[in-house]
């Protein structure tokens, strides 16, 4: 990728120039990135299943992927981009930004740098563009290793600071070239910006019309952390969301007069 604001796809007509975001760390982020998680978490789909999905968001020209150890599709995106880069899809692994997620049940000291080794292994890859924390919780490790499901009896209070300077750890060894956290609250942003060395990259957080996040907005603005939307479509269908974007009258009405679908003014 250039390091430029944007970051320019070719195809056979004319280039589409992807608008990107500057972040503290590593290279700007293609602010269109394309979730891999699921209602069942890669299961149903399959890993080719995943990996056809992926591999049909390269031709559309998605070149930002976001998967999760608990979404079970790590290696499915691996399979995508190794078979992309065979094809010649894409020139180099450079030429994609790869977000991934830390485990709660991983979110301990001493097990966040395996478990991001483990997740590059799961990829292929050397790196992951930006690393985040998934949940500003931690879970007490599974006794069967590989287990992802979460146990509410299991959650425990995270060793913040610990965990934190284990993320550092993963960008200097330049395994993580920015890092940063998922669902975190002004108040976990403000205790966690207290020690941090290096400072979140990035939250990633639900947002669309209908959460519009205002204060947590303003709160990242200020601190220079990019704030990121899942699900901004509300993720209809899935059991974590809700049907108010997609069903909105509003935007309904907004993209009818336009001339677009719901799904292209939602966001």
């Known amino acids: 990728m250039a390091p430029s604001h944007c970051d320019t796809f070719q195809s056979n007509a004319v280039p589409v120039a992807m608008p990107a975001a500057a972040l503290g760390l590593g290279k700007p982020m293609p602010r269109l990135g394309f979730g891999t998680a699921s209602a069942t978490l890669g299961q149903a789909e399959g890993r080719a299943g995943v990996t056809q ?56 000291p001493r097990r966040v740098l395996p478990a991001l080794q483990k997740s590059l292994r799961n990829l292929g890859m050397e790196y992951v563009d930006m690393y985040l924390i998934h949940f500003p919780v931690s879970m007490r490790p599974a006794a069967v290793e590989g287990v992802i499901m979460v146990v509410k009896d299991d959650l425990v209070e995270m060793d913040m600071k610990g965990v934190w300077e284990e993320m ?19 108040k976990k942003l403000e205790y966690l910006l207290s020690f941090a060395k290096i400072p979140p990259a990035a939250n990633q957080v639900e947002m669309h019309p209908y959460c519009r996040q205002n204060k ?52």
């Open 216 to 267: 947590l907005r303003a709160f990242c603005r200020d601190k220079g952390i990019q704030l990121c939307a899942y699900s901004p479509l509300g993720g209809k269908r899935a059991p974590w969301a809700n049907n108010s974007v997609m069903d909105s009258p509003i935007l309904e009405q907004i993209a009818h007069e336009k001339g677009k679908t719901v799904a292209q003014v939602g966001v």
């Open 53 to 108: 999905a992926v591999l049909h968001a390269l031709d559309a020209r998605y070149r930002h992927f976001d998967t999760a150890s608990s979404y079970n599709t790590e290696a499915a995106v691996g399979d995508a981009v190794a078979q992309a880069l065979r094809a010649g899809k894409i020139a180099s692994r450079d030429d994609l930004y790869i977000t991934t997620k830390l485990l709660i049940a991983n979110a301990h």
């Open 168 to 186: 550092e750890e993963c960008h200097r060894r330049g395994l993580a070239r920015a890092i940063g956290v998922s669902n975190f609250t002004c």
